[in-house]
């Protein structure tokens, strides 16, 4: 990833292996590692954009980067409710439908979102 004006871009090449990755059906996209072991900040936000682009994860090479990378692509409670919420949709639909948000609910769809699902770690006891 690149920096662009603040913001995070994914390089051409990353996004390449995952658009790749996906259309074979490999379903757990992970990424390089991030090389600058004293900059969590900037691990966590790395950690943010490839999530938010489809990927799964993130290759570490320390064991201080562990936790991080963990707690970044952990599912949320809210990305596991709009899951579940979507392949309702779907399963009430004739295949492709919207949810309220006017966002297109189709089979790709509810593959994001059965790995979502799949994805969520039990509550700790």
Do not use: W
């Amino acid at each position: 990833m690149s920096a662009l004006g603040g913001i995070h871009v994914i390089d051409v090449t990353t996004l390449s292996a995952g658009q790749t990755a996906a259309a074979t059906g490999f379903e757990q996209l992970f990424t390089l590692i991030y090389r600058d072991l004293s900059d969590e900040p900037g691990l966590r936000q790395s950690c943010k954009q490839l999530k938010a682009n489809g990927f799964f994860g993130q290759t570490c090479v320390h064991p201080k980067q562990i936790s991080a990378i963990n707690q970044e692509f952990e599912t949320s409670e809210a990305e596991f409710l709009e899951a579940q919420k979507a392949l309702s949709i779907l399963k009430n639909s004739a295949g492709v439908s919207t949810d309220s948000d006017s966002r297109i609910i189709d089979e790709a769809s509810a593959r994001i979102a059965r790995r979502t699902i799949s994805r969520k770690r039990p509550a700790a006891k």
